[in-house]
């Protein structure tokens, strides 16, 4: 029973570590996007105008949006949302405006597209390693799904008409909608369609590996191994 447990801390703690991990890539790649200044995704149009017009940073307005969101979830589902949920909000928001601060926006125009393409790609795939260990749906995801669960409509209807109204809102605010908004709205589901597997496939090998140095006896190094010579021989 005790093995278990330790075996049980062991995957938790592997699976909380690959979870930030994931969160920490898809921020800089969002750093990314933001800073090839050729458009954003809705979120980030709706952060950057609340930025424009009211102040604060990018990464405080992630977090802020991400506690009202949290807010209305619980409300819609009459439950707490899950501790992964926060730990998304506060470390997408941080590392954004940490990744921000060390980027700069280049000059030219392919070095942009460079820049937007690359971005697009990391949010995948920081996409895929943050839900691969299954630790939880982040703030919008969460919304999402309570409001899914209430209305009865399809997930992708859902997320649409999320997605307009953020976007339509954040470009009244004046946040930047231009080409690389369409790419990620049209891409990202095709990006996340081939990351996630990948990551997944990633996080399964990396808890398997974590779980046999955990497990004794299945082939970890033993105190009395140390030098290679058996009992039988000594």
């Known amino acids: ?109 392919l070095l942009k597209f460079l820049m937007l393409i690359l971005g697009i790609l990391i949010i995948g795939y920081g996409i895929g390693l943050y839900i691969a260990p299954g630790c939880g749906a982040g703030p919008r995801d969460s919304l999402m799904l309570a409001l899914t669960m209430k209305t009865g409509w399809k997930v992708q209807r859902v997320r649409g008409v999320m997605e307009i109204i953020v976007l339509s809102v954040g470009w009244l605010l004046g946040g930047p909608v231009f080409i690389g908004t369409l790419l990620f709205c049209f891409g990202i589901g095709s990006v996340v369609g081939m990351t996630l597997p990948q990551c997944q496939r990633f996080t399964d090998f990396i808890m398997e590996r974590g779980t046999k140095y955990e497990n004794l006896n299945e082939g970890t190094l033993r105190s009395h191994h140390h030098d290679g010579v058996s009992e039988e021989i000594r």
């Open 1 to 109: 029973m005790k093995k278990e447990s330790t075996q049980g801390r062991g995957r938790s703690w592997l699976r909380w570590t690959l979870f930030m991990i994931g969160l920490i890539v898809m921020s800089f790649g969002i750093a990314l996007m933001i800073r090839a200044d050729l458009g954003v995704a809705p979120w980030d149009v709706l952060h950057i105008g609340l930025t424009n017009q009211i102040g604060f940073t990018v990464g405080t307005w992630s977090i802020l949006m991400g506690l009202i969101i949290l807010a209305i979830s619980g409300w819609i589902m009459k439950a707490w949302p899950q501790i992964g949920a926060f730990i998304n909000m506060l470390l997408v928001g941080v590392f954004i405006d940490l990744f921000m601060w060390i980027l700069p926006t280049p000059d030219g125009i």
